[in-house]
């Protein structure tokens, strides 16, 4: 199998388990109520534990998000420096993904949470709100939508799936390891998220899920796979 059969290989086995990631998911929340458990954990004596912390208001729903924008604008530096630095032309094409991924994960995600009828938690007479809790599959009953699918302030730690790219396809390890940092940091933000009654977990790990799939997509198509070197001509005998 040559290089390039590898890499295509390895495109198809990535969507093949977002496939079956995808299944897994509609199934546990779908047919449980993980969502409802694990919310009502966090909604103590008539208000979410996570209500007015500092940490989760401030730290991690205004710094947290700053940091990852200046991150992203270091990013597009870097793109934009490479145009004037010679040996930092060579890993161009990658650094446009990760700086593109920034931008279209959070924004992909931001418009499905436009079109979604799905209410948060602290929206739900559940909770002390007026809206009925209705899972991802089943008619809502209420007429104004809840915009609040997939979880939004999760993606500035998904966002970080793009530097994935910087290493997919040549460096297994490097980018196992940036997968799982980007993946722990937008779940962390959006289990804060979940104690302040902002999203449930499906919230979170669909949104991880889109955001993934942002970066698959973008890989595949700004990716440029190195030329394999040519097999040595076989002289004819004498």
């Known amino acids: 199998m040559n290089m390039l059969q590898t890499r295509m290989f390895a495109l198809d086995a990535s969507w093949l388990r977002m496939l079956l990631s995808a299944v897994v998911m509609l199934a546990v929340f779908e047919f449980t109520s993980l969502d409802i458990w694990l919310e009502d954990a966090c909604f103590q004596s008539g208000k979410f534990v996570g209500y007015g912390n500092w940490w989760l208001d401030v730290f991690s729903h205004q710094w947290v998000k700053w940091a990852m924008i200046v991150i992203a604008l270091l990013v597009w530096l870097r793109v934009i420096a490479s145009g004037f630095i010679r040996r930092w032309q060579i890993d161009r094409r990658r650094w446009v993904a990760v700086g593109v991924a920034m931008l279209l994960a959070p924004a992909t995600v931001g418009v499905l949470k436009h079109f979604s009828e799905t209410h948060c938690p602290w929206d739900l007479l559940r909770y002390g709100g007026d809206a009925p809790y209705v899972k991802l599959l089943e008619w809502s009953p209420v007429n104004e939508p809840g915009r609040c699918f997939p979880a939004g302030h999760a993606t500035t730690g998904f966002a970080l799936f793009g530097?994935?790219?910087?290493?997919?396809?040549?460096?297994?390890?490097?980018?196992?390891?940036?997968?799982?940092?980007?993946?722990?940091?937008?779940?962390?933000?959006?289990?804060?998220?979940?104690?302040?009654?902002?999203?449930?977990?499906?919230?979170?790990?669909?949104?991880?899920?889109?955001?993934?799939?942002?970066?698959?997509?973008?890989?595949?198509?700004?990716?440029?796979?190195?030329?394999?070197?040519?097999?040595p001509a076989i002289k004819p005998a004498l």
């Open 163 to 231: 530097f994935v790219l910087l290493w997919r396809g040549r460096n297994r390890r490097m980018a196992n390891l940036a997968w799982w940092i980007a993946f722990s940091a937008g779940f962390v933000l959006g289990w804060g998220q979940q104690m302040r009654g902002a999203h449930f977990l499906s919230h979170t790990l669909w949104s991880a899920w889109v955001c993934w799939a942002v970066c698959l997509l973008l890989f595949a198509a700004l990716h440029k796979p190195e030329a394999e070197p040519a097999e």
